[in-house]
Nanobody
Framework: QVQLVESGGGLVQPGGSLRLSCAAS????????MRWYRQAPGKQRELVAG???????NYADSVKGRFTISRDNAKNTVYLQVNSLKPEDTAVYYC???????????????WGQGTQVTVSS
């Protein structure tokens, strides 16, 4: 069984920063890709940022220059540093991983439970 557990969300004022973390645990052979998504009330879930096992990254245009994704392969953990936060960044942030479990030849997709980020004065 595999679990993704996010942490680091909270209430922050506009212009503030947070560091989100997502730790993957379980019978993991390799993590191919890790991503952060977010979903605001009444809106569809959207991709925020992604990072490959080799460290290649991609970002949504709305967060470029403000958010930074990174990962610690030894800890099976992905981070999202979110700076210069705006009220429109308010959402539940979800961790997503494409990974191979030990003993499996195919990869599967897993989701965390989400962490709330609220940007408000």
């Amino acid at each position: 069984q595999v679990q993704l557990v996010e942490s680091g969300g909270g209430l922050v004022q506009p212009g503030g920063s947070l560091r989100l973390s997502c730790a993957a645990s379980g019978s993991i052979f390799s993590i191919i890709y890790m991503r952060w998504y977010r979903q605001a009330p009444g809106k569809q879930r959207e991709l925020v940022a992604g990072i490959t096992s080799g460290g290649s990254t991609n970002y949504a245009d709305s967060v470029k220059g403000r958010f930074t994704i990174s990962r610690d392969n030894a800890k099976n953990t992905v981070y999202l540093q979110v700076n210069s936060l705006k009220p429109e960044d308010t959402a539940v942030y979800y961790c997503n991983a494409i990974l191979r479990r030990i003993g499996e030849r195919h990869s599967d997709e897993y989701w965390g439970q989400g962490t709330q980020v609220t940007v408000s004065s």
